[in-house]
């Protein structure tokens, strides 16, 4: 697993300016994309590589500033290089601006869930695999909630993600699901 943010993206407000300092531990140059995240006036710090921007290499860093303007809600931001987005993403949770609020009553619990695709192998070496022989790309070993691929695999029998929620409780649950072979479905209730 890679990982390039030393912590998760803090919850931030419509209207702030977000600086994101992106350590990229991996072994491939990656630049970020802040899905749905408009950027006025900014576009040199939201990747595809070598067209807004250059990838960050291994072992360095890149400080994005990410202006939001009228984005409210839960948005996701993912790698933007080849096929590193497939395993580099997050959540972005946007609050309504200071002193406002959102259109709905406040729920007793909030719960961002994410729902990506997960892999055995690296990646970039299964891409590069079928560029060369052609054909398909293999598809996912398995689905993952927050990083997590289930019960069925040992790396997560002890902390495969679980929800308890309780009955008659409001609960508001952000759904965001990313991989190599869906469109994005984003739901903010």
Known sequence: ???????????????????????????????????????????????????????????????????????????????HSDWTRATVHGAIVILPAEGTTYPFPQPDAEQTLIFASWYKE????????????????????SYAINGEPGDFYDCSNETTFRLKVDYGKNLSPTLSEYGTKHRPVLRHS
């Open 122 to 141: 690296d990646v970039q070496t299964l891409m590069e695999e079928a560029l060369k022989y052609g054909g398909l790309t293999v598809l996912s070993d």
């Open 1 to 79: 697993m890679i990982l390039f943010l030393r912590k998760p993206i803090s919850p931030t407000h419509k209207g702030d300016t977000v600086y994101v300092n992106v350590y990229n531990e991996g072994a491939y140059g990656v630049t970020i994309h802040w899905h749905g995240v408009k950027q006025p006036r900014n576009p040199w710090f939201d990747g595809p590589e070598y067209i807004t921007q250059c990838p960050i290499a291994p072992g360095t860093n890149f400080t994005y500033t990410v202006l939001l303007s009228s984005e409210e809600g839960t948005l996701f931001w993912h790698a």
